[in-house]
């Protein structure tokens, strides 16, 4: 019986001595798989406040260095970049890359898995005082000043809308919409040719009114209004893209699932946003079909211009 009692003793003291040992030992931790999120945009960029807020949602599942604000400057440690990256990019500004051949930003889009994007399209515009009051009008005017954005095809559009109803239109290039806006305020040109978030915009203070849109779903649709221009230089759209590089497909899954999570705060604190992530009402092909579009089927067009 003492025997029995005696083993039983050392039975106890050993789990015991297990356990304080156990609780001395440091917890053991996972690293999480480092992620490097290159932002493509400007730094003074509005849209950085929302990458960040993706970048967030992706960092609390890996570890991401979000380094915003790198505009086309990082574009060969990109396409260099072999461990896993997301990359946030603007589809008018690849295009022109390809485009004029200039290497600046013309990245490897095959490298990737799409995980989202936010569309925009490109709008027809004037005063609500311009006498141009609808398409038909501007077709039939003569030497008016027509801005477009540097990076936009709007001026192959210009250019072919002249050719096809033999209008005249003095091209004047501005850095962006805005800058299309406020020229247009001050009657430097007599039509911009700004992205439709910034036109609807400044159409609420009743200064501006398009006279089409970008978006082939529109009733006032340019691709149906200039029937004569070619349907992609009028519809196609400019994507802020989001996509991934060098993960395995358990990881892209998870980062899908976060970028998911991130889209909620998105709607949550810039309501107007239109980010789609990818996902089930908006699939991987949706976003590649989109992506395609605003780049390599727009440049098939315009390299022929």
Partial sequence: MVTQLGEKMKTIIKLLSIMVIA???PAVSFAKTEVTFYHMFSKGSVAIPQSAILSDSINKKFKVDFRPGLSCSTKTQIDNDKNPAVVEFVTGRVWKSLQEKDGQCDIDLSKFRMLGSQSYFT?????TSSPIKNAKD???SKGLKAGFSTGSHMGFWLDQFQTQYGSTVNKVQYPNSNKQILALLAG??????PLDSTAAKHAKTGKVRCISFGDPKHAQATEK???KVNPVLSSAPNLFVLAVKNVSDKDYKKIVSQVNA???QLDKN???NRFKAVGKKYSEADAIKALNSGTLDL????KNL
């Fill in 23 to 25: 609780t001395m030992m």
């Fill in 262 to 264: 991130g889209k909620k």
């Fill in 225 to 227: 209004l200039f029937s």
């Fill in 123 to 127: 709008n027809v515009c004037v005063l």
């Fill in 138 to 140: 501007f077709i039939g």
């Fill in 270 to 272: 810039f309501p107007t």
């Fill in 188 to 193: 430097e040109i007599d039509v911009a040719t």
């Fill in 299 to 302: 440049y098939a067009v315009t």
